[in-house]
Structure formats: structure tokens, C-alpha cells
């Protein structure tokens, strides 16, 4: 693999790297960092410990270990190169407008489209109630409504060939791959009366409680991602570790990995470090593989496993589901309070140059597996649902870089929907003081549970709400054992129990299947 941009990394040049004599030969690493090498890669920490040998097959496209300072390659005229996944051009983005929630907010700004030719039209995710602007993609051209293009219900057709003037498509890696240039930008004020709000992306905080105590209180909390491509950013419009495929460009988009993290600071107090161990072209069996070196030494409370799309090519759902959850014992062992959201990945794009015909079942099938995991301590976060929704209502061609990867709009679905899971609801936010000896069985549960609170809490009001804080059921307990059978209407899903006497309330998790 040929890259236009490289940088070899030599030694000395950080601090870190001078607590010990390198090993002879060795030049400098940093940690959780994309890299090429020529040759067998023996990774050392600050003190020059060795923390892990990499055969040549690996390091020719890997990530490098945490706490990696030094790395020794064999032979040592392979070389040794680190990828950034940025330059020195800031994102040109008002970051709250574009991590506004797309399901919800007053205004839609920059939604994409790829206008290609007069006479091509795309589709908005909603009908627009007003249109606010039609740009080209660096913001530097209006488009007049009737001179350019024409709106009828969601769709815009384009009229004027100044729409398509910068469209660039160039081919690579087997794929089709729409530059950053050719995206049109559209700001609108949605109207949403055709939107089931259960495609909502919803507040899921209550099964990540040791994540959710830090965040509440302000204190150190360490998030890693371990993914592949789409993870490390491929294909925003900042992303320069492609340059073969893509040249960076306006917007200059981060991933929505950094978004995320660049969020919860925002909201929470600058307390979250954000790590990202994801390289592209990896499947979940290189997770388990490497897991043990790039994850446990730095002791997150939170991993976000972001795995899928090279694992259609060949993948079955039991072999996945296995390499996943061995992956998730190895980081458990070692840290048994970390918690997990598992990202069920986007659709490819099935219509698009070099995606299988059969990713969209494969992936579904991950999904469905993944599922079962979700429960107190993991997060499945759902974009194979979401982003089918995506596709039929705008088409996957404008929604994604090429048929594997998102394009900026996709990403802020990814960024936007990880964020609501720590977003917790006004109406959901419930003051929880000692109650004591609470029980609910079985759990999850199919037609009825049984609470099991103390004499001395009775009578108690129980209330049951989904995750948009919405009430869906409430009853008076007398007793201190009482079963309850479910309204056939209160669908599969998590759902938040409160349980308050007028002195004490406490909220639990239940499962309802």
C-alpha cells in the first residue's frame, strides 16, 4: 500500500521516550496508534518492558499497544509509520448544530445530498416545513429555489448544472468513492408528522450505572473505542489517514467517536479521556486478539466495541458472537467493573461498488445476536435498524462516502445517537434516595414480574416508564410481595421501575421481553 502522506517517527522526540536506553534499533511509538511497519514489531513501554511482538503479516496495517513508547522492527530497514488521523485544519462546524439530534431538533442544518447532474434529485430525511439554504459543500455558493432546483414534498431536483459544478467521484480499493466536494448542503425546518418517535435514539445511562456515577459526579472517566475503519473516521470530511480515496476537505469533520467525546466533556465537566484503538480492515476476531495489549493497561470504565463491516465478508454469526464475547470476558477478568456498548453496525450499501450482496443480512445477523447482550452493564446501540430507516427514507447513495463508509451526515447519526445514551431525560431524571431491599423476578420479564420490597416501605407507588421518560404503566403496592401482569400494549424493550413511598423512591432496570 502506497500512501501519499507518511511520516516516519523518530526517536527522542518526546520526553516519555527518554526514561530508559531504547533498545538498539528501536525507534519511537506512540500508543493507540494506527501504524505501518515492514518487518516483525516488538512493541516496549517508557521503561522498556516489552509489551508486544506483532509478526510482519499483522504490523503491515495494525495498532499499536497502550502504554507503547519504543518499537523495535525486524528488520529494521522496514520501517516504522504512524498515521494521523487529522491535520491542521480545524473543523469549520458550529459543533452544537450539527450534534442537535436530528429526531427532534427545530432546525436541520447541512443535511447532504449528492446532486450530480440536472435533472438528478435526492430525497431530505423529512419533508421540509421551510427551507432555509441550499449550499454547495464548503458553504461559498447559494442555490435559488426555481433557478437551481425544485422542491416538491422532500425531494430536490436539481436544475441548474452550478449544483453538480464540484461533484468528484474517483475509484479505489474497489470502491466508488464520492469526494467531500460533491455533497450539497441542505438547512431546513423538518416537519415530522410522519415519524414513528420509536425510531428515537433514547437515553440508555440506567444500564451503564458505574459510567453514569462518574459522569454525574464530575470524576475521571476513561472511554476506549476499538472498531475499524468506520470508527477511526473513515470517511468524514477531516479524515486524512485515506489519502489515496480521499483528500480532506470542508467541513473537515472529526469522527464521531471524538464528537462523542468532545459531548460528554461538554455536558459533564472536562473529566472523559477518549481513546480510540480502531484500525481499518479488521474484523471482531482481531478485537479478541489484541484486546489484552490495546484495552487493559488503560483501564477503562467504558469500551465501545465498533465491529462488523469487513465481518461480512465471511464471518458467520456464531463465529462473531464468539470472538465478541471472549473478547468482552478478557476485558472483564481484567477490569470487572468496565462496562460496554456494542455498536451494531450501519448497513452497507448493498447497491454500491464493492459491497457484498448479502452485508445487510449478514449484518442483521449480528444484530440479532448482539441483542441478547443487552442488559445492565452493556448497551447495544442499534445502527443497523437505524440506518435502514435512513436508507429508505433518503437512499444509502446519499448517505455514505462509499458503500462501507458514512459520509459526514451518517457519522452525526452515530455521534448524535452515542451521546443519547448518557443524554438522561428531564421527565426520566428521578430522585433516588435509600428504599432497600428491592427484588423484581423474574427479570427480564414476559407477561408479569414480582416486586419484592420491605413491610416497612408499604404502601409504595410503582411506575414504570420507558426510556423517553414516558409513563406506560403505575400501580399502588400494599403488599409487600406483590405480581403484576403487563397490558399486552407495553412493548419488548428496557424499561425504568420507580418505586416511591412520598419518603423514599428508588428506580430499577427491567427487561421486558
Not at 522526540?13 to 528501536?26: D, E, K, L, N, T
Not at 445487510?360 to 442488559?375: E, S, V, W
Request: with cysteine; glycine share 8%; aromatic share 10%.
Amino acid at each position: 500500500m502506497k500512501l501519499l502522506k507518511l511520516f516516519f517517527v523518530f526517536c527522542c522526540y518526546s520526553a516519555i521516550h527518554s526514561q530508559c536506553p531504547p533498545p538498539v534499533g528501536a525507534v519511537a511509538a506512540n500508543p493507540n496508534t494506527v501504524y505501518y511497519a515492514g518487518g516483525n514489531c516488538t512493541f516496549y513501554d517508557a521503561q522498556c518492558n516489552p509489551l508486544l511482538v506483532v509478526p510482519a503479516a499483522e504490523a503491515s496495517w495494525s495498532c499499536s499497544p497502550a502504554l507503547a513508547a519504543w518499537v523495535l522492527v525486524s528488520p529494521v530497514a522496514g520501517g516504522y509509520y504512524e498515521f494521523p488521523h487529522y491535520g491542521n485544519n480545524m473543523p469549520q462546524i458550529n459543533f452544537n448544530r450539527y450534534m442537535d439530534p436530528f429526531w427532534n431538533c427545530d432546525t436541520i442544518y447541512n443535511e447532504l445530498m449528492l446532486l450530480d447532474g440536472v435533472g438528478s434529485s435526492a430525497n431530505l430525511m423529512f419533508e421540509p416545513a421551510q427551507i432555509i439554504s441550499v449550499k454547495n459543500y464548503n458553504y461559498n455558493t447559494s442555490f435559488t429555489p426555481g433557478v437551481d432546483y425544485q422542491l416538491n414534498g422532500n425531494t430536490i431536483t436539481q436544475m441548474s448544472p452550478n449544483v453538480s459544478a464540484s461533484v468528484t467521484t474517483t475509484f479505489g480499493s474497489g470502491l466508488e468513492n464520492k469526494q467531500h466536494s460533491s455533497w450539497t448542503n441542505v438547512t431546513y425546518i423538518p416537519n415530522r408528522s410522519n415519524w414513528n418517535s420509536n425510531n428515537n435514539f433514547t437515553y440508555r445511562g440506567q444500564q451503564l450505572p458505574k459510567t453514569m456515577a462518574k459522569l454525574n459526579n464530575q470524576l475521571p472517566l476513561t472511554i476506549q473505542a476499538i472498531g475499524m475503519s468506520i470508527t477511526c473516521g473513515l470517511n468524514v470530511s477531516g479524515f486524512i489517514g485515506d489519502p489515496n480515496n480521499f483528500q480532506a476537505n470542508v467541513p473537515y469533520m472529526h469522527s464521531y467517536i471524538d464528537m462523542l467525546g468532545t459531548k460528554l466533556n461538554q455536558v459533564f465537566g472536562n473529566n472523559t479521556s477518549m481513546l480510540n484503538s480502531s484500525c481499518g480492515g479488521k474484523t471482531i476476531a482481531w478485537v479478541d486478539n489484541y484486546c489484552e495489549p490495546l484495552v487493559n493497561p488503560n483501564n477503562p470504565d467504558l469500551v465501545i466495541i465498533d465491529m462488523g463491516m469487513n465481518d461480512i465478508w465471511g464471518t458467520s454469526t456464531a463465529a462473531f458472537m464468539n470472538s465478541l464475547q471472549s473478547a468482552m470476558n478478557k476485558m472483564k477478568t481484567h477490569n470487572p467493573d468496565v462496562e460496554f456498548i456494542l455498536i451494531s453496525n450501519m448497513l452497507p450499501d448493498v447497491n454500491g461498488m464493492g459491497a457484498p450482496a448479502n452485508g445487510a443480512m449478514d449484518m442483521y445477523g449480528f444484530r440479532a445476536a448482539m441483542m441478547n447482550l443487552d442488559t445492565v452493564g452493556t448497551v447495544v446501540f442499534d445502527m443497523t435498524a437505524m440506518s435502514d430507516t435512513i436508507y429508505q427514507r433518503k437512499g444509502a447513495n446519499h448517505c455514505t462516502a462509499n458503500s462501507l463508509h458514512p459520509n459526514d451526515y451518517l457519522a452525526r447519526w452515530y455521534a448524535q445517537g452515542l451521546f443519547e445514551i448518557f443524554n438522561e431525560p428531564q421527565g426520566a431524571k428521578l430522585n433516588e434516595t435509600s428504599f432497600g431491599n428491592v427484588e423484581i423476578y423474574p427479570n427480564p420479564a414476559s407477561g408479569s414480574f414480582t416486586l419484592d420490597i420491605s413491610k416497612g416501605s408499604i404502601p409504595a407507588t410503582i411506575t414504570l416508564f420507558d426510556l423517553n421518560g414516558q409513563k406506560v404503566f403505575e400501580a399502588e403496592q400494599t403488599e409487600a410481595i406483590l405480581t403484576y401482569d403487563l397490558n399486552s400494549n407495553i412493548q419488548a424493550g428496557n424499561y425504568l421501575l420507580k418505586i416511591s413511598n412520598g419518603k423514599q423512591s428508588t428506580e430499577k432496570l427491567l427487561q421486558i421481553r
